[in-house]
């Protein structure tokens, strides 16, 4: 069992940066792989971003690599979202999530999830 609590999330305007926190809890949650998710009223949760156990590699959706960057540090037991140029179409609610399958781009491959942190971006 893994649990985390989201935390950074907050109002901003175009163009800002911003980090989320991602602070865990469990046996070995060192040993998942940490993704980060969005979901928007009306819309399906989003794939942002994931980095393998130890932080050796990072995977990220075309649709924000050139603007986010996942990271983490284990001795803290903490996974980060940093989140740079900023536009009101990333609104939000930003989560965190781990799995152990080989499979980490969706959802459906996720088992633990945290309680999600509000990123609202105005114009």
């Known amino acids: 069992q893994v649990h985390f609590v989201e935390s950074g999330g907050r109002l901003v305007q175009a163009g800002d940066s911003l980090t989320l926190f991602c602070t865990a809890s469990?046996?070995?949650?060192?040993?998942?792989?940490i993704g980060w998710f969005r979901q928007s009223p009306g819309n399906e949760r989003e794939f942002l971003g994931c980095?393998?156990?130890?932080?050796?590699?990072?995977l990220y959706s075309d649709s924000v690599k050139d603007r986010f960057t996942v990271s983490r540090d284990d001795g803290r037991d903490t996974a980060y979202l940093q989140m740079n140029r900023l536009t009101p179409d990333d609104t939000a609610t930003y989560y965190c999530?781990?799995?152990?399958?080989?499979?980490?781009?969706?959802?459906?491959?996720?088992?633990?999830w945290g309680q999600g942190t509000q990123v609202t971006v105005s114009s």
């Open positions: 999530a781990a799995t152990k399958s080989t499979s980490r781009l969706k959802v459906s491959d996720y088992d633990y």
């Open positions: 980095i393998l156990w130890g932080g050796r590699r990072a």
């Open positions: 469990g046996r070995d949650v060192n040993t998942y792989t």
